[in-house]
């Protein structure tokens, strides 16, 4: 099973970006997904993650910006990014623990 990201790419500061995280297979039964993003020179963070239920958390740089949501029946992981910032560039990759990393998508931010 594979997480295929999509979504990323320029987009101006204060501008808004969703990103898809798209599974080959069911998501339903994974409790914890989540996104993380990497900039050049820095460690890999976690921006947001979201369990089975519903139940929401997000690094507090990017709380009140972004959320995260997740669509069972496309087995698809969304982030919606609004109010970019300079920050916020970096390689946004998701996760599951039983299917492990997607590629990446890349975010560039303009401003």
């Known amino acids: 099973v594979q997480l295929q990201a999509s979504g990323g790419g320029l987009v101006q500061a204060g501008g808004s970006l969703r990103l898809s995280c798209a599974a080959s297979?069911?998501?339903?039964?994974?409790?914890?997904m989540s996104w993380h993003r990497q900039a050049p020179g820095k460690q890999r963070e976690l921006v947001a993650s979201?369990?089975?239920?519903?139940?929401?958390n997000y690094a507090d740089s990017v709380k009140g910006r972004f959320t995260i949501s997740r669509d069972n029946a496309k087995n698809t992981v969304y982030l919606q990014m609004n109010n970019v910032k300079p920050e916020d560039a970096a390689w946004y990759y998701c996760?599951?623990?039983?299917?492990?990393w997607g590629q990446g998508t890349l975010v560039t931010v303009s401003s």
């Open positions: 979201i369990t089975r239920s519903g139940t929401t």
């Open positions: 996760y599951a623990p039983t299917m492990g």
């Open positions: 297979g069911s998501i339903i039964a994974i409790n914890v």
